[in-house]
Structure formats: structure tokens, C-alpha cells
């Protein structure tokens, strides 16, 4: 197939089932994850052609530092180190760390397909990057619920969530991510945290803006949509005030005085509480299901 550049076209097709997500509600289409169950061959091809890509990817160094998902020796706990660090030195200055953690829409469903393969195209070899281009046209998918199916319909977008090649290929589509030398850029996936820090709170709101101005250019460019309503907006300080209002094309970024990112809770002054109290509540509700067993 690689001497070919071709992908069979019945490798193509997907069954789309949807996962829950946890704490939604169940009437909505949002509050569901789809997951594509594709034939066991495609799956297995998706494998050996991952570790040819990985080693041109990095030969390229296509993929950047500041993106921690999906890579080897790479984990949420290196990123959450990042993070954490940053806000630590802050406060240990009496600085304002104004951050946003910006939530994307259908991460892997709204991959744009031509943006993808002029990425591809800069750093593969004709026959990888020709073979890529056969995987991601004249895909099909249904949907099945229990027992009923849908009808079938192509896929014009997006790389399938649950193959094993869409992480490597959501990665190589966002590895331009704009980066300042005034803000901290950090991402695991599609969970990107932006961090601007400064003894003055209204430079560290308007640094922060900035960057946000030009990543909001770069996701237009690249047909990339922000859930602005569903981003977060806190400032990290010992302080009482905090930093000023930032948006995100003209809207508003909802603020919190705490977050929860890739699991870790982290409140406006780093004291931990929230993430104590959440691990204790989440300990007690799996003891209360182990007690008939004791």
C-alpha cells in the first residue's frame, strides 16, 4: 500500500457509536462522544504506518515543545509541571498570573482536511504524504444506537476519534500554534493553558489579550472553532484584586476562582483545598461501593 500510496476504500468505513460524557445531560447531542469503531485490518496498517510517521516527525521537528499529548516520554503530569511551576514562581514573587484554558470545539470531528495536508505535505515524503491523502478521502460513516443504524454518509471533515493515527495527525494540524516570548504556552492535546505574568495586573491581563488576539487569527486561518463560553478565565495571585476582563473574539471568557485542568484542581491561590476536598469526595464514593464487599 505505501508502493501504492493507496488505502483499500472498504478500510474507510466507520461505525460511529456515542459515549456519554460523565455529568451531562443525556438530551443533548453535545453531552455525547462519538467513537469510531473501524475495520481491525485498518487498525492494524494505522499501527505500522504511526511508527514510520513518528520518526519524520521528529527527524522534522514539526512537533513543539510546548505540546505534551500523544508523544513519547510525554505525559500529563510533564505539562501539569509546567503549569504549576510557573503559577508557583508568580505567587512566590507576589505577581499576577493571569491564565485561560481554552476549551476546542469537536477536536478531532472538525479537522480540516486541506489545512491538514498542506501541514503534511511541508515535512512527509511524497509516498507517506500520498497515502495520507488516500486515508482521509471517500471515508463513510453510520451511527448506531443499541440497535438502530443510521444512514450512511461521507465524511468531510475531522480525522476518526478512536483510530490510532488521529492523535499523531491532530498534532501535525495545531503545530503552528502561535507562541509570544511574553506569555506561556502549554498543551496537552487540545487542552491548551496560556499563562501571561507580571507585578502589574492590568500588563498581565493585556499580555494575555494579546496572545489571544493572534491565536484567534490563527484558528480562523485554520477553520478551528473555541468554545469561548466553555474557556476559563482565572488570575492566580495572593492578592485580593485580580486581573481585568479578557475575550475572545469579542466574547467574554467566563472568569472562575478555580479550574480544573487534565485532573488537577487548581484554585486562585494554589492552596490546594479544592483538589483536596474533590479527591477525598471521589475516595468516599468508592468506598461507599467496596463497604457491601468488606
Known amino acids: 500500500m505505501l508502493r501504492l500510496s493507496y488505502f483499500p476504500l472498504t478500510w474507510k468505513f466507520s461505525e460511529i457509536i456515542l459515549i456519554p460524557k460523565p455529568n451531562k445531560p443525556p438530551d443533548k447531542v453535545t453531552s455525547y ?58 505567587l512566590e514573587k507576589k505577581h499576577y498570573c493571569a491564565a485561560v484554558f481554552l476549551d476546542v470545539a469537536q477536536v478531532f470531528d472538525r479537522v480540516w482536511f486541506e489545512g491538514l495536508l ?6 512527509l515524503p511524497a509516498p507517506y504524504y500520498l497515502l495520507i491523502k488516500s486515508y482521509l478521502s471517500d471515508r463513510t460513516f453510520i451511527v448506531r444506537q443499541n440497535s438502530c443504524y443510521s444512514n450512511y454518509f461521507d465524511i468531510l471533515a475531522g480525522v476518526p476519534q478512536g483510530s490510532d493515527i488521529a492523535p499523531f495527525l491532530y498534532n501535525i494540524f495545531t503545530h503552528d500554534i502561535p507562541k509570544t516570548s ?15 505574568t507580571n507585578e502589574n495586573l492590568i500588563i498581565a491581563s493585556n499580555m494575555l489579550q494579546r496572545h489571544l488576539n493572534i491565536i484567534h487569527l490563527w484558528t480562523k486561518r485554520w477553520k478551528i472553532k473555541i468554545n469561548e463560553t466553555k474557556s476559563s478565565f482565572i ?36 492552596t490546594w483545598n479544592p483538589h483536596i476536598v474533590d479527591k477525598r469526595k471521589a475516595l468516599n464514593s468508592r468506598l461507599h461501593l467496596l463497604r457491601p464487599l468488606l
Open 33 to 90: 462522544r462519538p467513537i469510531s469503531l473501524l475495520p481491525t485490518l485498518s487498525k492494524v496498517f494505522e499501527k505500522i504506518l504511526l511508527k514510520r510517521l513518528i520518526p519524520l516527525a521528529i527527524l522534522a521537528n514539526i512537533i513543539p515543545d510546548t505540546q505534551f499529548g500523544f508523544r513519547p516520554n510525554h505525559s500529563t503530569i510533564h505539562q501539569l509541571h509546567r503549569v504549576v511551576d510557573t503559577i508557583s514562581s508568580s
Open 235 to 270: 488570575t492566580f495571585t495572593l492578592n485580593k484584586k485580580t486581573c481585568p476582563q479578557i475575550t475572545m473574539n469579542n466574547i467574554p471568557i467566563p472568569i472562575y476562582t478555580q479550574i480544573k485542568y487534565l485532573g488537577l484542581t487548581l484554585d486562585s491561590k494554589l
Open 182 to 196: 511574553y506569555t506561556e504556552l502549554g498543551s496537552y492535546a487540545d487542552d491548551t493553558a496560556i499563562l501571561a
Open 118 to 123: 498542506f501541514k503534511l505535505k511541508k515535512f
